[in-house]
């Protein structure tokens, strides 16, 4: 299986802030590579698809970049209902995995 | 509007079958692009792919979960059948079926979600 790994596990941040998580693939996995948002008690949110493609009426803080093995997803100014666990999802061949998660927290 | 919304009990017993059932609707599963997935998530853990099949009756599983995975699709019902065998205390989760599109001949995204259903695995 591809693993995918996600730093930092968590963070702390305040209102504004700039935030990049990073997501590592254990192999390439070209640009095939989601971002979701999950907060307590509900299903993940898609945020960004094939790397880099924003989602449908997700804000234009988010981004994401990145291709092979290395990628991040970057809130350019974090904002209240950002604070959440965010997922790396790869879909590159016919197993796919998430990465273990990375939570952002009120500094 | 694309709605899924998954069925099952809410409790088994260690060795048996665990079946699970995703009803959806507001997309058709025999539409080029269009496949549905399961995700699962113990408490307080992170998300677990566990299998997809697709329009053209494709799947894709988990390749720890595999042999105990078994998916199935009634597309003039809108259901997708998950089911797996052998389960054990580490199963208990949530369990997530979702819309997956295919975007490109190799990219999916999981779009839409259900609200999950908890199962526990207990004697």
């Known amino acids: 299986d591809i693993q995918m790994t996600q730093s930092p596990s968590s963070l702390s941040a305040s209102v504004g802030d700039r935030v990049t998580i990073t997501c590592r693939a254990s192999q390439s996995i070209n640009t095939n590579l989601n971002w979701y948002q999950q907060k307590p008690g509900k299903p993940p949110k898609l945020l960004i698809y094939g790397s880099s493609t924003l989602q449908s009426g997700v804000p234009s803080r988010f981004s994401g970049g990145g291709s092979g093995t290395g990628f991040t997803l970057a809130i350019s100014s974090l904002q209240p209902d950002d604070f959440a666990t965010y997922y790396c999802q790869q879909t590159y061949g016919t197993h796919w995995t998430f990465g273990q998660g990375t939570k952002v927290e009120v500094k | 509007q694309v709605t899924l919304r998954e069925s099952g009990p809410a409790l088994v017993k260690p060795t048996q079958t665990l079946t699970l059932t995703c009803t959806f609707s507001g997309f058709s599963l025999s539409t080029s692009g269009m496949c549905v997935s399961w995700i699962r998530q113990a408490p307080g853990k992170a998300l677990e792919w566990l299998a997809l099949i697709d329009w053209d009756d494709d799947k894709f599983f988990s390749t720890s979960l595999e042999t105990r995975l078994t998916i199935s699709k009634d597309t003039s019902k809108n259901q997708v059948v998950l089911t797996m065998t052998n389960v054990d205390p580490v199963d208990t989760a949530t369990y997530y079926c979702?819309?997956?599109?295919?975007?490109?001949?190799?990219?999916?995204?999981?779009?839409?979600w259900g609200q999950g259903t908890q199962v526990t695995v207990s004697a």
């Open positions: 979702a819309r997956t599109y295919a975007y490109d001949t190799t990219g999916y995204y999981d779009d839409y």
